[in-house]
T-cell receptor, first 115, second 114 residues
Framework: EPEVTQTPSHQVTQMGQEVILRCVPI?????FYWYRQILGQKVEFLVS????????KSEIFDDQFSVERPDGSNFTLKIRSTKLEDSAMYFC?????????????FGSGTQLSVL | GESVGLHLPTLSVQEGDNSIINCAYS??????FIWYKQESGKGPQFIID?????DKRQGQRVTVLLNKTVKHLSLQIAATQPGDSAVYFC?????????????FGKGTKLSVKP
């Protein structure tokens, strides 16, 4: 069964450093997303991406965040200058462009720890 | 130390029994709902979805019921198995909102006793 894959599974970084979280969405999907989950809290929407541009972003997705689809398979989330409160599990998701456009498939996540 | 974050409701059932997990949503404009299962250390896994023009949908061993009058959603799992132990989230999408921008509930932890 096709799946969304994320790397790395764990990332530890120092406050102020830049991190890039990587995702390979399901190959025939057209819509891509990043969500995050702070420990013990709800899964929160960050950003959606379609046709090489951001479709929507939440208030969390401020100027320190950016997304990119550098090639035909990868989808990345960059956090430019990490803060302690960025520590969370970051999930990538994708969906297809047909009637299942809202049916999101999630990866296993990258656990980001900012020290 | 002080505990921070949400305290998840917990449902404990015996293996083989049926489970019912409930969810209340607040936005009457929501037109699409999904149940996700999240096992420890993993991402949310799609279980079943339902649109607002339906009140019931069945899958394999799972049934979702939607009551728009009281804005209530439930997930029924038949013959619950130890592998069903996980946190279950309902999620909703606002009508007219950007697709893929799902609003997740706080989750219910299901524990299945063998």
């Amino acid at each position: 069964e096709p799946e969304v894959t994320q790397t790395p599974s764990h990332q530890v970084t120092q406050m102020g450093q830049e991190v890039i979280l990587r995702c390979v969405p399901i190959s025939n999907h057209l819509y891509f997303y990043w969500y995050r989950q702070i420990l013990g809290q709800k899964v929160e929407f960050l950003v959606s991406f379609y046709n090489n541009e951001i479709s929507e972003k939440s208030e969390i997705f401020d100027d320190q965040f950016s997304v990119e689809r550098p090639d035909g398979s990868n989808f990345t989330l960059k956090i430019r200058s990490t803060k302690l409160e960025d520590s969370a599990m970051y999930f990538c998701a994708s969906s297809d462009g047909g009637t299942g456009v809202e049916k999101l498939f999630f990866g296993s996540g990258t656990q980001l720890s900012v020290l | 130390g002080e505990s921070v974050g949400l305290h998840l409701p917990t449902l404990s059932v015996q293996e083989g029994d049926n489970s019912i997990i409930n969810c209340a949503y607040s936005n009457s404009a929501s037109d699409y709902f999904i149940w996700y299962k999240q096992e420890s250390g993993k991402g949310p896994q799609f279980i079943i979805d339902i649109r607002s023009n339906m009140d019931k949908r069945q899958g394999q061993r799972v049934t979702v019921l939607l009551n728009k009058t009281v804005k209530h959603l439930s997930l029924q799992i038949a013959a619950t198995q130890p592998g069903d132990s996980a946190v279950y989230f309902c999620a909703e999408k606002d009508y007219g909102g950007s697709q893929g921008n799902l609003i997740f509930g706080k989750g219910t932890k299901l524990s299945v006793k063998p």
